[in-house]
C-alpha cells in the first residue's frame, strides 16, 4: 500500500506504529500457528492469543473452558486461560434480558460456528510483561469456553461493541489507541507467519502502519466492500425469540427480504418498538478472485481451477479456505484429496502426503478489484507446505493430517482463511476504507521498515510548512480583516431579507379571512409561520450522527471516506450454555 510519507515537522507531532511482537509460539489445535501474548486483568493473567481481522473484541479462555476430561494440559494447549475471579478490575456486562452477562458471541454465524461469552470490561495489555506494549483499562473481554475457538482471539475491527442498543457504544481496542493518540491512524498491517520458511517465521503485526520489508510491492488497492445490509436488535415476539442478527438479509435478495419483513411486521403488531438498523457490510476485506492454479516445482505444467471469478472475504480467524463447490471438485482433482463427510474435512493420508511433498506443487490465486476486466491484480502464491496442517483433539481423536479446503455452502461463505495470510500480507485503513494484499517477501537477513499510515485528518491539517515570523503576523491581521468584512455584509444582507420576509408575510395574512383574528402571528420572533399558527415544518435530522473526514482525493489513490467509519454491531442477548464440538468432527 502506497502511503504518503511524514513530513519533518509532522513526525514530531504524531504518534508512531507499534509492533505487538508474537509469543514466539506455534500453538492451536488446526495448524499449529503463530500467536500474540495478551496481558488481561489486575493482577496480569498472561494469556496466548490469534489475530482475528473479523473480531472487534478481545476474547480469551475462560477456566470453564477445561475440564476434568480434556486432561491436564487442556489450559497450556489453549494458549492459558484467564480466572475472571482473580482479576481485581473485571467489570462484569450484565445488560442481556435475563440479567447475566452471558451473550452469543455472533462471529462467523454464517460459517456455522455457534459460540457465546461472558462479557465484562477488564485492563488489556499487549505483548509479553516488560516488552512495553500498549496497555488500555475498560476494554471488552469475552470469555469463551467451547471449543470452536480453540484459543482465544485478538480483534482487529475498530467497530465498536453495543450490548442495549446503539446509541451506546463501546470502543474497540483499535478505536481507543486512536483516540488517545497512541497509533497515528486507524489501520493495521498483518501475515500470519508459518513453520515451513527460514526455520520457522512468526506472524508479525503492526498497528498504525506497516512494515515495508515483509510484502513484495504490487499496485492493487482494494476499496472495502459498502454493501448495505438491514439487521434488527434481538427480539422476543409472540413468546417466539427470533434472532435477526442470524437473518440478515442483502437488500438485493428480495425473497429472502419478503420473509424477513414478514417477520418484522409481525413483532410490530404485537406491540414491539423494533427499529431497522441499516449498516454497512462488515465484510470489509473483500476481494475478487480472479484465477486460481497449480503449478509443479519446476513449473513445466500448468492447471487451471477456476473458471469463473467470485468475491471472497479475508479472514484471519478461521484456518480453512471456504471455496465454491466446483473448485473444490478440481482441487480434489489436482491432489487426489477426497472430502471425509463423517469429519466434514478433507483428509491426508501417510502415502499422499508423502506424494504431494515430492511434487511439492504451488497453488496461485490471481486477486483484482474486478473478477473481469483489466483492473490491477497481484499473485499470492502458496507452496503445498502451507496446506500441510495439523488437526488434533478435540477435532480429532488422534493427530491427522488434513487440506485446510472446506466446501462452501453459499456465497455468504466464501472466505481466505489463516491458512491464506501465511504467504500473504494485508494492510488496512479503515479512514480511507482500503486494503492492500500483497505477496510476503522471504529475503533473510531484511531489516524490519516500519511505515506509519498517517490519519487523513492529520495529512490534510499538516501538508503545509508553518508560517514564519513577520509571515505569520501578516496573515492573521489579513485574515481578521477580511472576516469582518464577510460578517458586516452577511449581517447587511440577512436584515434586508428579513423586512422583506416581513413586509410579504403581512401581506399575506391581511389577504387571509381569519387575518383580523391571527394576524400577530404570522411573524414570531422572526419566524414565518402558517395561517393556522402553527410553525412549517423543518426537516428532522437523522438520529444518528457521523462526524466526517474529509480526504483529498489527489492522496496517493485512496476513496474518501467517512471519518466514523465503524458501525455498532448488536449482540444477541441469547443465552446458551457453551457447549464441546460435535462428536461428527471425531474420526471413528
Same mark, same amino acid.
Given at each position: 500500500?502506497?502511503?504518503?510519507? #511524514? ?9 508512531? #506504529? ?155 481496542? $483499535?478505536?481507543?489507541? @486512536? ?17 515451513? *520458511? ?30 448495505? *445490509? ?15 442478527? +442470524? ?32 449498516? @454497512? ?24 481451477? &477456476? ?10 480467524? !478461521? ?5 465454491? &463447490? ?16 463423517? !469429519? ?8 499422499? +502426503? ?21 483492473? #490491477? ?19 480429532? @481423536? ?6 485446510? $479446503?472446506? *466446501?462452501?455452502?453459499? %456465497?455468504?461463505?466464501?472466505? $481466505? ?34 511505515? #506509519? ?33 464577510? &460578517?458586516? =455584509? ?10 422583506? /420576509?416581513?413586509?410579504?408575510? %403581512? ?30 415544518? @423543518?426537516?428532522?435530522?437523522?438520529? *444518528? ?8 482525493? =489527489? ?15 448488536? /449482540? ?17
Amino acid at each position: 500500500m502506497e502511503v504518503k510519507r #511524514p513530513s519533518k515537522v509532522r513526525k514530531s507531532l504524531e504518534p508512531s #506504529p507499534i509492533v505487538i511482537p508474537a509469543s514466539q509460539n506455534f500453538e492451536g489445535n488446526d495448524g499449529p500457528w503463530s500467536s500474540f501474548t495478551l496481558q488481561i486483568g489486575t493482577p496480569a493473567q498472561t494469556v496466548n492469543v490469534f489475530v482475528s481481522t473479523a473480531n472487534y473484541q478481545t476474547w480469551t479462555v475462560v477456566q470453564e473452558g477445561c475440564i476434568p476430561s480434556d486432561g491436564g494440559d487442556c489450559a497450556k494447549l489453549r494458549g492459558g486461560v484467564f480466572d475472571i475471579e482473580k482479576s481485581m478490575t473485571w467489570t462484569p456486562v450484565t445488560a442481556s434480558p435475563n440479567g447475566t452477562d452471558t451473550f452469543s458471541t455472533g462471529l462467523e454465524g454464517n460459517l456455522g460456528y455457534s459460540s457465546n461469552g461472558k462479557y465484562g470490561s477488564d485492563t488489556v495489555a499487549l505483548g509479553w510483561p516488560g516488552s512495553g506494549g500498549p496497555s488500555l483499562d475498560h476494554q471488552i473481554v469475552a470469555g469463551i469456553a467451547a471449543k470452536e475457538f480453540y484459543l482465544g482471539n485478538f480483534g482487529l475491527n475498530p467497530r465498536p461493541s453495543n450490548f442495549t442498543n446503539f446509541s451506546d457504544p463501546v470502543p474497540s481496542y $483499535l478505536s481507543s489507541l @486512536k483516540d488517545q493518540s497512541m497509533i497515528p491512524s486507524l489501520s493495521w498491517a498483518y501475515t500470519a507467519g508459518n513453520q515451513y *520458511r527460514l526455520n520457522k517465521v512468526l506472524g508479525s503485526l503492526t498497528l498504525g502502519g506497516y512494515d515495508r520489508s515483509k510484502s513484495e510491492p504490487n499496485s492493487l488497492n482494494v476499496a472495502f466492500n459498502e454493501q448495505v *445490509r438491514y439487521l434488527s436488535p434481538f427480539l422476543h415476539c409472540w413468546d417466539i425469540e427470533i434472532a435477526f442478527w +442470524r437473518r440478515a438479509v442483502n437488500w438485493s435478495g428480495e425473497s429472502d427480504l419478503s420473509e424477513w419483513m414478514k417477520q418484522y411486521m409481525r413483532c410490530q403488531r404485537c406491540g414491539m418498538n423494533v427499529d431497522l438498523v441499516c449498516f @454497512k457490510d462488515t465484510r470489509d476485506l473483500t476481494v475478487n478472485v480472479k484465477a486460481i492454479f497449480t503449478t509443479s516445482e519446476n513449473d513445466s505444467q500448468r492447471t487451471e481451477l &477456476l473458471t469463473e471469478g467470485f468475491p471472497a472475504y479475508i479472514d484471519s480467524t !478461521v484456518p480453512y479456505l471456504y471455496l465454491p &463447490l466446483e473448485i473444490c471438485i478440481q482441487f480434489e482433482k489436482a491432489f487426489g484429496i477426497t472430502w471425509n463427510e463423517s !469429519v466434514l474435512a478433507y483428509l491426508v493420508n501417510d502415502s499422499l +502426503r508423502s506424494t504431494l511433498l515430492t511434487q511439492n506443487p504451488s497453488i496461485i490465486f490471481t486477486l483484482s478489484n474486478s473478477t473481469t476486466g483489466s483492473s #490491477p491484480t497481484v499473485n499470492i502464491e502458496l507452496p503445498y507446505a502451507a496446506f500441510d496442517l495439523i488437526a488434533e483433539r478435540p477435532l480429532m @481423536k488422534n493427530a491427522t493430517r488434513y487440506f485446510p $479446503l472446506m *466446501r462452501a455452502a453459499n %456465497k455468504s461463505q466464501y472466505t $481466505l482463511g489463516r491458512t491464506f495470510l501465511q504467504e500473504a500480507y494485508l494492510v488496512a485503513d479503515y479512514e480511507r476504507r482500503n486494503f492492500s494484499i500483497s505477496q510476503c517477501s522471504w529475503k533473510e537477513g531484511v531489516q524490519q521498515d516500519i511505515v #506509519p499510515i498517517i490519519s487523513p485528518a492529520l495529512d490534510r491539517h499538516t501538508d503545509k510548512q508553518p508560517l514564519q515570523g513577520a509571515a505569520l503576523a501578516g496573515a492573521i491581521i489579513g485574515s481578521v480583516i477580511v472576516s469582518l468584512g464577510i &460578517l458586516l =455584509g452577511l449581517f447587511y444582507m440577512a436584515r434586508r431579507r428579513r423586512k422583506v /420576509l416581513e413586509s410579504q408575510s %403581512k401581506a399575506d395574512c391581511q389577504d387571509s379571512p381569519e387575518a383580523s383574528e391571527r394576524q400577530e402571528t404570522c411573524i414570531i420572533d422572526g419566524e414565518v409561520v402558517e395561517v393556522d399558527g402553527e410553525p412549517l415544518p @423543518k426537516p428532522e435530522l437523522h438520529g *444518528r450522527s457521523f462526524e466526517r473526514y474529509e480526504v483529498d482525493g =489527489g492522496v496517493d489513490g485512496h476513496n474518501e471516506a467517512e471519518g466514523s467509519n465503524t458501525w455498532p454491531q448488536e /449482540l444477541e442477548a441469547e443465552r446458551v450454555r457453551p457447549v464441546e464440538l460435535p462428536s461428527t468432527r471425531e474420526s471413528g
